[in-house]
């Protein structure tokens, strides 16, 4: 794992062994996702929509990437998610399962007892690849940053179809707008499904 997140496989990288800690905590992470103070903690529990959207980002990742032997943008990818999981403290057996088979090539040994501990009596190495179901990856929301004569002040959430008058009532109407607005009417709101929204004064 360590040698392949090294950088692009025919480029020379230095060998620092500092860096094993690095791909040592992330492994430990990926273990207390299934053990807690030795206790096996995977679930049979429904994975939320945030979840199954970080394992099929990953899966279309790592998918991508083997085909083209770039290992290092992998591993980044698997320390991504791995955090995501983290954070929710997802001990699902619907994601986890996932994970392990995705692991198996860059961590074998590990993803072998993993597997072995979620139930299995075959090897890793024989289970399916999994797929990556494009529709767990469509944004229903997107952030925008809210500017104001182009300089960005804060940040809102919409739903992606959101509407050009939706966008407008609601910055106009929110708190830190009226601050920066300053009593002033606004010219225009410019609005870029995705991108932006800038208030002109």
């Known amino acids: 794992l360590y040698e392949m997140f090294l950088g ?70 698997f320390m991504i998610c791995i955090n995501e999981l983290t954070a929710s403290k997802c001990s699902k057996k619907a994601i986890l399962e996932d994970i392990v088979v995705l692991l198996a090539p860059f961590a074998p040994f590990m993803a072998e007892e993993l597997w072995k501990s979620l139930g299995h009596n075959t090897t890793v190495c024989d289970a399916q690849w999994p797929m990556v179901n494009e529709s767990y990856l469509v944004e ?33 109407s929110h708190d830190l707008a009226q601050k920066w607005m300053d009593g002033k009417t606004p010219k225009k709101v410019v609005f870029v499904p995705k991108k932006m929204i800038n208030v002109v004064l």
Not at 19 to 31: A, N, S
Not at 150 to 169: D, I, M, P, Y
Request: glycine share 4%; net charge negative; aromatic share 14%.
């Open 140 to 172: 229903d929301s997107f952030k925008y940053g809210v500017a104001f004569n182009g300089k960005v002040r804060f940040e809102l959430e919409f739903s992606a179809n959101a509407t050009q008058s939706e966008v407008e009532q609601t910055v106009l």
């Open 8 to 77: 692009p496989l025919e480029l020379s990288k230095p060998w620092d062994t500092n860096g094993i800690d690095g791909v040592f905590r992330f492994l430990r992470k990926v273990w207390s996702l299934f053990y807690k103070n030795d206790e096996f903690i995977v679930t049979n529990e429904d994975p939320s929509k945030e979840e199954l959207k970080a394992l099929h980002k990953l899966i279309k990742k790592v998918s991508g990437d083997i085909e083209t032997f770039s290992f290092n943008t992998s591993v980044s990818a």
